[in-house]
């Protein structure tokens, strides 16, 4: 059975870091793109970032460009999620996702994408506030 454990939310101030880590079991990690995802109460899930089997090409939504990078070891079967320069707006919980196949641009511009990700971990709740 495929599991994904995303650890590493908290309450944070503004301005603040955290790091996300997801550990997945029961797949051969490198084989597998990762993506993370977010929901915030009341409204969608959104596409936050992706990094492909390899750790070779990573992706980004607009609003954390910049300020989050994505990057994964494949030794430890973990994906992470370093998250700086926080803000208020970026508080919600926070998932990480995966599947057989996980097209990155798409899954972080179109939520009907998420038909490809088959395994979502429990989510972890980031919270901004001063």
């Known amino acids: 059975e495929v599991q994904l454990q995303a650890s590493g939310g908290g309450l944070v101030q503004p301005g603040g870091s955290l790091r996300l880590s997801c550990a997945a079991s029961?797949?051969?990690?490198?084989?597998?793109?990762m993506g993370w995802f977010r929901q915030a109460p009341g409204k969608e899930r959104e596409g936050v970032s992706c990094i492909t089997d390899t750790g070779g090409s990573t992706y980004y939504s607009a609003s954390v460009k910049g300020r989050f990078t994505i990057s994964r070891d494949n030794a430890k079967n973990t994906v992470y999620l370093q998250m700086n320069s926080l803000k208020p707006e970026d508080s919600a919980v926070y998932y990480c996702?995966?599947?057989?196949?996980?097209?990155?641009?798409?899954?972080?511009?179109?939520?009907?994408?998420?038909?490809?990700?088959?395994?979502w971990g429990q989510g972890t709740q980031v919270t901004v506030s001063s």
């Open positions: 996702a995966t599947g057989e196949y996980v097209p990155c641009r798409l899954v972080l511009t179109s939520s009907t994408a998420y038909n490809y990700l088959e395994v």
């Open positions: 029961g797949l051969t990690f490198e084989d597998y793109n």
